[in-house]
């Protein structure tokens, strides 16, 4: 059990960076470079860590605890969701609500933050990213709902049933599924074609721009705990694909597999699209929602119409 | 028309075949002339008078008009032009900024390019909107300016832009101490048009014929320019909207031709190849033959990519109906060259004040049927790079035929012609640069005066992003790359 909950830690706090550098390097590929190793991202998070930083004298202790908030709350969130190795740490019934809005606060304490600087640029950001979660989350919870109700099992681990035990219906949901979750991590991961990682215009951005005033430390925890909300959400597109009762180093393997697609399927998003204009971005997020409700009618055809 | 002189484009006028009159009489006449302007400027003609010069363009007949007004010592306004004709409205502010005398009733006089603090912005109350002031520090390596958007949430109401950071006094420098690379940096990504546009006028009032073959040279430089930042600025639009694969093979072609005008000059973006007299680095028929390979693969790589690229739909959906500038705005305020093309407005020097090689080499003006959005700017580029490669595989073949003519003309004396003015346009990749050269009886250069394309532009830009989403604006500003440093000077 210990060693299973160490190779979780471990993986939980190393392949987010990883898994980003693998979606540099996907997009290099697609733009024919050869682009940057896959560790960058770690030596980038070094690097940062090791620099003063800066904070600006308009700023309150917001300002200075929201990373360690943002951090904190996607690990605590990771203790709900299944990992590497098929476990979760806490498994209790409502976890998808505490997931849900454990991410919530992180997010809470990074729009505050963004607006405690007082910037311009940084609300304008803030009040983005509150507009699109907003539209993200609805989308999730009935996702997740549905799918406890097909499976009638009340945690995350109702994603594991799903193409085992509902045949046609199963496979259905699962395929939705796993498009809503791709593009919630679209969305919360701060992806193209929501947002755009690698622009300098600050005018465009959506999580950058709250980062602006965070250096050092501070923007260093900041990316830390995006890629590991990246990670998360793509946990849970391994459990919908990933067969629950196989043994666990096979079950590690096709998790790091899962992850490893999904990084290179983020990238070649990335490359082949230009990023959607900023009002028809409620549009890309309302596929969610209307992928959602028709998960919903699948479920209530299985379950009530038999 | 008497009280205008008519005269053409790179040819020396007799100052004192200049006409002058009153500034009541000249603001009559220059509403009734329905003319585009050119120059707008003053000279100080001793004893505390200033002599204003006017000069409009006849496009349709390659004609340019000039008069003058002269004010005495103690006339310190008149009643502003820009009121009946707003095409004026920049270079009235600038005549002001360099001489004290205020048009009166100049519905947007706000300082050019010096005196920022004590710009006034337009501003605009309500509890819904806030401003964002962007600048004059960017993110990524841009010239310094200022940027005050009136904002209802995402919505640009409106936006005024200040600059002038890049003040350098280019005109005054010019008068002490001109050379061609002094022209080259007035604004470095049309370093060859204004190097040639400086080295026309110089080369006028000193009387200089140049040879047919540095003149075939210094036109393909000029187009290879025209080439090498349209594409650059292809990648930029689609780097913008993050369409990666864009941005990287856009990025990598215009290597290709700034690499080729490496080979030809020594420097990638031609500086130190034109010269007074001529031009300092010749062709030669294996570079031919490397450039028009190279210009294949350019022409083959950016016709796949811009295929590629217009048939993505998220593509098309950010550049169309995004920054319009309807064709009656664009001739209203008086944009040039490319920004005016992409609206429907055909203004191209090269057409409008054709030089001998544009008949005998059998180019044809297409005109290009713009909206004016992002969409017909980036598609405009594409047309011209097009465009600028066949014109470049003609000039080559036109070069084999004066392969033995000297590339400097000789005997280039010190002295220049005296009491004369030169009015030298080019049409670089932007639009006309022009400059405009005035000596006087000693036989000196008296005033020197430089329009960038970008001075009649930038109030375009500041037009194209109302009503627009304000994440859009980083894309018009792209798509019509307008530079800081030839506004400024």
Same mark, same amino acid.
């Given at each position: 059990?210990?060693?299973?909950?160490?190779?979780?830690?471990?993986?939980?706090? /190393?392949?987010?960076?990883?898994?980003?550098?693998?979606?540099?390097?996907?997009?290099?590929?697609? +733009?024919?470079?050869?682009?940057?190793?896959?560790?960058?991202?770690?030596?980038?998070?070094?690097?940062?860590?090791?620099?003063?930083? *800066?904070?600006?004298?308009?700023?309150?202790?917001?300002?200075?605890?929201?990373?360690?908030?943002?951090?904190?709350?996607?690990?605590?969130?990771?203790?709900?969701?299944?990992?590497?190795?098929?476990?979760?740490?806490?498994?209790?019934?409502?976890?998808?609500?505490?997931?849900?809005?454990?991410?919530?606060?992180?997010?809470?304490?990074?729009?505050? %933050?963004?607006?405690?600087?007082?910037?311009?640029?940084?609300?304008?950001?803030?009040?983005?990213?509150?507009?699109?979660?907003?539209?993200?989350?609805?989308?999730?919870?009935?996702?997740?709902?549905? *799918?406890?109700?097909?499976?009638?099992?009340?945690?995350?681990?109702?994603?594991?049933?799903?193409?085992?035990?509902?045949?046609?219906?199963?496979?259905?949901?699962?395929?939705?599924?796993?498009?809503?979750?791709?593009?919630?991590?679209?969305?919360?991961?701060?992806?193209?074609?929501?947002?755009?990682?690698?622009?300098?215009?600050?005018?465009?951005?959506?999580?950058?721009?709250?980062?602006?005033?965070?250096?050092?430390?501070?923007? +260093?925890?900041?990316?830390?705990?995006?890629?590991?909300?990246?990670?998360?959400?793509?946990?849970?597109?391994?459990?919908?694909?990933?067969?629950?009762?196989?043994?666990?180093?096979?079950?590690?393997?096709?998790? &790091?597999?899962?992850?490893?697609?999904?990084?290179? +399927?983020?990238?070649?998003?990335?490359?082949?699209?230009?990023?959607?204009?900023?009002?028809?971005?409620?549009?890309?997020?309302?596929?969610?929602?209307?992928?959602?409700?028709?998960?919903?009618?699948?479920?209530?055809?299985?379950?009530?119409?038999? | 028309?008497?009280?205008?002189?008519?005269?053409?484009?790179?040819?020396?006028?007799? &100052?004192?075949?200049?006409?002058?009159?009153?500034?009541?009489?000249?603001?009559?006449?220059?509403?009734?002339?329905?003319?585009?302007?050119?120059?707008?400027?003053?000279?100080?003609?001793?004893?505390?008078?200033?002599?204003? /010069?006017?000069? &409009?363009?006849?496009?349709?007949?390659?004609?340019l008009y000039i008069s003058s007004a002269i004010f005495g010592p103690n006339d310190k306004s008149y009643e502003s032009i820009t009121q009946d004709v707003p095409s004026f409205h920049i270079f009235e502010r600038e005549f002001y900024e360099q001489f004290g005398i205020e048009p009166l009733n100049h519905p947007w006089l706000k300082p050019v390019r010096v005196n920022q603090d004590e710009y006034q912005f337009f501003e605009m109350e309500g509890e819904e909107v806030h401003q964002v002031a962007v600048g004059p520090i960017h993110a990524g390596v841009i010239e310094p300016g200022h940027f005050r958007f009136m904002c209802n949430g995402e919505k640009v109401y409106h936006l005024e832009i200040m600059l002038g950071y890049q003040n350098r006094g280019v005109?005054?420098?010019?008068?002490?101490?001109?050379?061609?690379?002094?022209?080259?940096?007035?604004?470095?990504? %049309?370093?060859?048009?204004?190097?040639?546009?400086?080295?026309?006028?110089?080369?006028?009032?000193?009387?200089?014929?140049?040879?047919?073959?540095?003149?075939?040279?210094?036109?393909?430089?000029?187009?290879?320019?025209?080439?090498?930042?349209?594409?650059?600025?292809?990648? +930029?639009?689609?780097?913008?909207?993050?369409?990666?694969?864009?941005?990287?093979?856009?990025?990598?072609?215009?290597?290709?031709?700034?690499?080729?005008?490496?080979?030809?000059?020594?420097?990638?973006?031609?500086?130190?190849?034109?010269?007074?007299?001529?031009?300092?680095?010749?062709?030669?028929?294996?570079?031919?033959?490397?450039?028009?390979?190279?210009?294949?693969?350019?022409?083959?790589?950016?016709?796949?990519?811009?295929?590629?690229?217009l048939k993505n739909s998220t593509v098309m959906s950010r550049l169309e109906k995004t920054g319009i500038v309807s064709a009656e705005k664009a001739k209203d305020i008086g944009l040039v060259g490319m920004a005016a093309k992409a609206s429907g407005v055909e203004l191209d020097t090269r057409f409008d004040f054709p030089d001998k090689w544009i008949k005998e080499l059998d180019i044809e003006r297409v005109p290009f049927c713009g909206t004016g959005d992002v969409y017909s700017r980036f598609k405009l580029r594409y047309k011209e790079v097009k465009e600028s490669i066949c014109m470049i595989k003609k000039l080559f073949e036109k070069w084999k035929e004066y392969k033995e003519e000297p590339l400097v003309a000789d005997g280039i004396g010190n002295n220049y012609?005296?009491?004369?003015?030169?009015?030298?346009?080019?049409?670089?990749?932007?639009?006309?640069?022009?400059?405009?050269?005035?000596?006087?009886?000693?036989?000196?250069?008296?005033?020197?005066?430089?329009?960038?394309?970008?001075?009649?532009?930038?109030?375009?830009?500041?037009?194209?992003?109302?009503?627009?989403?304000?994440?859009?604006?980083?894309?018009?500003?792209?798509?019509?790359?307008?530079?800081?440093?030839?506004?400024?000077?």
């Amino acid at each position: 059990m210990i060693i299973k909950l160490l190779v979780n830690l471990i993986i939980l706090l /190393f392949v987010p960076f990883i898994m980003t550098g693998l979606i540099n390097k996907t997009k290099a590929f697609w +733009a024919g470079r050869k682009g940057a190793s896959v560790f960058q991202p770690l030596y980038d998070f070094v690097k940062l860590v090791k620099k003063d930083f *800066v904070v600006s004298k308009t700023t309150s202790a917001v300002f200075n605890i929201a990373p360690v908030f943002a951090v904190a709350s996607v690990l605590f969130a990771g203790l709900f969701v299944p990992l590497a190795t098929g476990n979760a740490v806490i498994i209790t019934p409502g976890d998808v609500v505490i997931f849900a809005y454990t991410l919530g606060l992180g997010k809470f304490m990074m729009l505050i %933050s963004a607006m405690d600087t007082g910037s311009s640029f940084e609300g304008m950001g803030a009040s983005r990213e509150a507009c699109f979660s907003a539209i993200v989350e609805p989308a999730f919870f009935m996702l997740i709902a549905s *799918v406890m109700v097909l499976t009638g099992i009340p945690t995350f681990y109702s994603l594991y049933g799903v193409v085992s035990s509902s045949g046609i219906y199963g496979i259905l949901v699962a395929v939705f599924a796993v498009i809503i979750l791709f593009i919630m991590l679209l969305t919360e991961g701060a992806r193209v074609p929501v947002d755009d990682p690698d622009t300098h215009l600050e005018l465009t951005m959506i999580h950058e721009v709250m980062l602006l005033d965070n250096s050092g430390l501070d923007l +260093a925890l900041f990316s830390w705990a995006n890629s590991i909300k990246v990670l998360l959400i793509s946990s849970l597109i391994a459990c919908l694909i990933i067969p629950f009762n196989i043994p666990v180093v096979l079950h590690i393997l096709c998790y &790091l597999l899962v992850a490893g697609f999904i990084a290179v +399927a983020v990238g070649t998003v990335e490359s082949g699209m230009a990023r959607i204009r900023m009002p028809h971005v409620f549009e890309f997020i309302f596929i969610m929602s209307s992928l959602a409700l028709v998960v919903i009618s699948l479920v209530m055809a299985k379950v009530f119409g038999g | 028309m008497a009280r205008w002189t008519k005269v053409k484009n790179n040819t020396k006028i007799n &100052l004192s075949d200049i006409p002058g009159m009153g500034i009541e009489e000249l603001k009559k006449q220059i509403i009734e002339m329905k003319m585009r302007p050119v120059g707008f400027f003053g000279k100080d003609w001793g004893f505390g008078c200033v002599r204003l /010069f006017v000069i &409009l363009a006849d496009d349709a007949n390659s004609d340019l008009y000039i008069s003058s007004a002269i004010f005495g010592p103690n006339d310190k306004s008149y009643e502003s032009i820009t009121q009946d004709v707003p095409s004026f409205h920049i270079f009235e502010r600038e005549f002001y900024e360099q001489f004290g005398i205020e048009p009166l009733n100049h519905p947007w006089l706000k300082p050019v390019r010096v005196n920022q603090d004590e710009y006034q912005f337009f501003e605009m109350e309500g509890e819904e909107v806030h401003q964002v002031a962007v600048g004059p520090i960017h993110a990524g390596v841009i010239e310094p300016g200022h940027f005050r958007f009136m904002c209802n949430g995402e919505k640009v109401y409106h936006l005024e832009i200040m600059l002038g950071y890049q003040n350098r006094g280019v005109e005054d420098m010019m008068l002490k101490n001109h050379s061609g690379q002094l022209a080259e940096s007035i604004c470095g990504d %049309s370093a060859v048009a204004h190097c040639i546009a400086y080295s026309q006028a110089i080369e006028v009032l000193k009387g200089i014929q140049i040879s047919n073959k540095s003149q075939l040279i210094r036109k393909i430089a000029l187009e290879m320019e025209r080439m090498a930042i349209h594409i650059g600025d292809m990648g +930029a639009i689609s780097g913008d909207i993050a369409y990666l694969m864009g941005a990287a093979v856009f990025g990598a072609t215009r290597t290709l031709v700034i690499n080729t005008m490496l080979d030809l000059s020594g420097s990638r973006f031609g500086r130190g190849l034109i010269t007074v007299g001529g031009v300092n680095y010749d062709l030669s028929d294996e570079f031919i033959e490397k450039a028009i390979k190279t210009f294949d693969k350019v022409g083959k790589d950016v016709d796949r990519m811009v295929k590629t690229m217009l048939k993505n739909s998220t593509v098309m959906s950010r550049l169309e109906k995004t920054g319009i500038v309807s064709a009656e705005k664009a001739k209203d305020i008086g944009l040039v060259g490319m920004a005016a093309k992409a609206s429907g407005v055909e203004l191209d020097t090269r057409f409008d004040f054709p030089d001998k090689w544009i008949k005998e080499l059998d180019i044809e003006r297409v005109p290009f049927c713009g909206t004016g959005d992002v969409y017909s700017r980036f598609k405009l580029r594409y047309k011209e790079v097009k465009e600028s490669i066949c014109m470049i595989k003609k000039l080559f073949e036109k070069w084999k035929e004066y392969k033995e003519e000297p590339l400097v003309a000789d005997g280039i004396g010190n002295n220049y012609i005296p009491d004369a003015m030169v009015i030298s346009t080019v049409e670089g990749w932007r639009g006309e640069v022009v400059h405009i050269v005035m000596t006087d009886i000693n036989r000196k250069i008296s005033r020197y005066k430089i329009k960038d394309p970008s001075f009649n532009n930038w109030y375009g830009l500041a037009l194209a992003v109302r009503n627009n989403g304000i994440s859009d604006f980083p894309l018009c500003n792209k798509s019509f790359n307008l530079s800081y440093s030839g506004n400024d000077l």
